[in-house]
């Protein structure tokens, strides 16, 4: 979080001199000091979020393809004639390996803006996901989601 004040405070200026420097790290620190105090950040617990960077921004890039290729799918369900009228839309529940609250959310999240899949319910570690084809709904339990997010888990307990 400093680096991130620090960053703002020298963008919203627009310079960099030796004074704006020193007057940033001032207000950062006291800045920073206020946030632990009063909403319990802690540099520790800082420093395991960004250990995690690298992870959410390989877990992002995974999110891109995999929304790209379900619109291509959805695309082909649509355009092909006859096609749309014999989808077999299903309800399927699963239980994914996600141990974190938040992990679960944003596979919840990660399912849901995926074109063709929308999240119903998420209670616990169970899903209940409605597919446009039963295809789309096909290994969600061991998807690309799901490994990111168990990869991203093992990087904040380690």
């Given at each position: ?5 620090m960053t ?6 627009g310079r960099?001199?030796?004074e ?6 001032g207000?950062?620190?006291a ?5 632990c ?9 800082e ?7 690298p992870g959410?921004l390989?877990?992002?890039l ?6 790209l290729?379900?619109?291509l799918?959805v695309?082909?369900?649509i355009?092909t004639?006859?096609r749309?009228r014999?989808t077999d ?7 994914a390996p996600?141990k974190?609250a ?15 899949t ?5 209670s616990g ?11 789309f709904?096909?290994g969600?339990?061991d998807?690309?989601f799901v490994r990111?997010?168990?990869?991203m888990?093992g990087r904040?307990?380690?």
């Amino acid at each position: 979080m400093p680096i991130l004040l620090m960053t703002a405070w020298l963008v919203f200026n627009g310079r960099v001199t030796l004074e704006l420097v020193l007057v940033g790290l001032g207000l950062t620190a006291a800045l920073y000091g206020g946030c632990c105090a009063l909403l319990g950040f802690s540099w520790r617990r800082e420093l395991r979020l960004w250990r995690l960077l690298p992870g959410a921004l390989g877990y992002l890039l995974v999110l891109v393809r995999e929304v790209l290729l379900a619109n291509l799918r959805v695309m082909g369900v649509i355009l092909t004639p006859g096609r749309a009228r014999h989808t077999d839309h299903r309800l399927v529940e699963f239980r994914a390996p996600v141990k974190t609250a938040g992990g679960r959310l944003i596979l919840a999240n990660s399912i849901t803006l995926t074109p063709g899949t929308i999240t119903v319910s998420l209670s616990g570690g169970h899903y209940c996901v409605h597919a446009l084809d039963e295809r789309f709904a096909h290994g969600l339990e061991d998807s690309a989601f799901v490994r990111g997010i168990r990869r991203m888990e093992g990087r904040l307990h380690d």
